[in-house]
Structure formats: C-alpha cells, structure tokens
C-alpha cells in the first residue's frame, strides 16, 4: 500500500505547548501536503510542500519535509484548544493525476 | 478557491438499497474525487470521476458497488450500490483546480447502513 503512516496515532497535550506529528511514506512524491479533520467531515488543508523543499512556514505551523528518509514532520506552535482536530498527511506523486495518498493521522486533543 | 456542496449530510440506510451522494461545485474544476472514510480510520481513494468518461477505480473498488457519474466539470455523483452494514462510512467528495495541488474537500457524507 501506498498509504503513509503517521505517529504519533494520539497526542494530548496542554493549550500553549506545542505539538509534533510525523509522517513517513513509501514511494517518491511530487508534493506532501497537511490537512486538519474537524468532527469527522470535510477535511482542511493546512499547507503544502514540494518534493525539492526542505522546511515550510505557515503561522504557527511549521512543515519540514526529508526525501531521504522519506519522511515529513507538522509542528504547531502555541496550540490551542481549537487545534484540536485529526490531522492527515498526504502525498502526491508524479502523473499530474491530482489524487492524493492519505496517512494513517494523529488525533490531538489540546486541554484548555 | 472551490466551495462545495455535498448532499445528504447523513442518511441512515436499510440493508440492500442503494444510496446516491451528490457534489455541487462552485467553479469548473478539472480534477474529481471520491474518498471513503471507515470509522476511526484514513481516507482511501475509491474513483476519480472523469468527466464525460467513465470514472477511474482504485484497487478494490467496482463500478457495480460505485457507480458514478460526472457529466460536467461542476457536478458528480456517487451510487453506493447493494449496500450492508460494512459500507457505513463517511463519504467525502474533493477536487482539485490544478494537478499536484492541493485539494479541496466537501462537508462530507455520514452513511449508516442498518
């Protein structure tokens, strides 16, 4: 399967802390992207980065992105209760078909 | 940006019938998926749909289970055909305005099936 995984599966952590989740996939991408899950419907995206891209800004998100280990790490600094969400990544690969690969996600609970 | 229109938000099934899932675009959009979403699981891909052609299966999905049609570049349907308790899902439509983009996604389709 192509389906990347994620880790953690759960994170809990308290409103200002900041929260890390990885991802890991198995075949070369285009682009990997993040999307937040609220409540199990529509999912959000967050932000993408590009196969020739190491690390990415977006707010208090922060995307690093490792081809060799094939590998993507989502920081979110300061969270807050509101982050709390499912969180999924996904990759693109070459074919311009457009469809994106989901992972495995990190459900995280931020306690007021 | 696309903005998406997904209906029914949730509809509780009897064994055996079928059940179809519309996705009302915005703007025209070249790129459109289905995605199936297990309790407490991922999404798995099960078809692009094509538009004015037939759609386009993963592994493991069948047109006779999931007919879907798009006739234009703002609308398409997924059938959930024959279906059993197993097919509860949410069932969520996305699309994408250019390849390797990002995609974006409906409110999504919460299916019981008794």
């Known amino acids: 399967s192509q389906q990347g995984e994620e880790d953690p599966q759960a994170l809990s952590i308290q409103e200002g802390e900041n929260a890390t989740m990885n991802c890991s996939y198995k075949t070369s991408i285009n682009n990997l992207q993040w999307y937040r899950q609220n409540s199990g419907r529509g999912l959000v995206h967050l932000i993408l980065?590009?196969?020739?891209?190491r690390e990415k800004h977006s707010g208090r998100l922060r995307v690093t992105l490792d081809t060799s280990k094939k590998s993507s790490s989502l920081l979110i600094t300061a969270s807050r209760a509101a982050d709390t969400a499912s969180y999924f990544c996904?990759?693109?690969?070459?074919?311009?078909?457009?469809?994106?690969?989901f992972g495995q996600g990190t459900t995280l609970q931020v306690k007021p | 940006s696309a903005v998406i229109s997904q209906k029914p938000s949730r509809d509780i099934c009897q064994r055996g019938t079928s059940l179809t899932i519309q996705c009302q675009v915005d703007?025209?959009?070249?790129?459109m998926f289905w995605y199936r979403q297990q309790p407490g699981q991922s999404l798995t891909l099960i078809a692009t749909?094509?538009?004015?052609?037939?759609?386009?299966?993963e592994s493991g999905f069948v047109i006779d289970k999931f007919p879907i049609s798009r006739p234009n570049l703002t609308f398409s349907t997924l059938t959930v055909s024959n279906m059993s308790p197993e097919d509860s899902s949410i069932y969520l439509c996305?699309?994408?305005?250019?390849?390797?983009?990002?995609?974006?996604f409906g409110s999504g389709t919460q299916l019981s099936v008794l």
């Open positions: 703007s025209q959009v070249t790129m």
């Open positions: 996904a990759t693109g690969y070459s074919g311009n078909t457009g469809k994106l690969i």
């Open positions: 996305s699309v994408g305005t250019a390849p390797n983009e990002k995609l974006f």
């Open positions: 749909a094509n538009q004015g052609s037939e759609a386009t299966y």
């Open positions: 980065i590009r196969s020739n891209e």
